[in-house]
């Protein structure tokens, strides 16, 4: 397997391609091809080591992926080889295969693109979670969102109108 692999703290130039061995699929794991994984802010602070998790190194980041199951392991039950399947590893996502947790994995709509899929559960999660499980809202009440021109910010727009919020969304720089 290929995976985009940190050795020292940098930025994403500092990442480098390696080749690796595969990973044994363990007890109630699967092994995932990858097909598209999520490109997110915390990857380039744990790349940096500037985040509050910090995996021994070489890692690849990469927190969430879509693709395929290829292998299943013992004890697995709720996944069959060749299930569409999102990925949330916490890191390992910038290569071609990952193996997971089976709690760690949800089944992918067939009408959910890989693309879609490798960026749904960081932004989507982090806005559910802010607005469903931290807040009091109404529907009808007002929900301010700043910062609404990036990934959690726009998502923020989208799952507060679905919950019946009128939404104002500001974006601005610092030139502003």
Known sequence: MRAMMSETPGGPESLKLMELPSRPVGKGQVRIAVKA??????DTLIIADKYQFKP??????????????????????????GDRVIGMIGH????????????SILPMPANMSYEDGAAFTM????????????????PGETLLVSGASGGVGLTAVELGTLMGLKVIAAVGSDEI
């Open 37 to 42: 994984a999520g490109v997110n802010f915390p």
């Open 56 to 81: 021994p190194r070489p890692f690849a980041p990469g927190h969430e992926v879509a693709g395929d199951v290829v292998e299943v392991g013992e004890g697995v039950t709720d996944y069959k080889k």
């Open 92 to 103: 390992g996502g910038y290569a071609t295969e990952v193996v997971a947790d089976q709690g």
């Open 123 to 138: 932004t989507y999660g982090t806005s559910y979670y802010a607005l469903k499980q931290r807040s009091s809202y109404k």
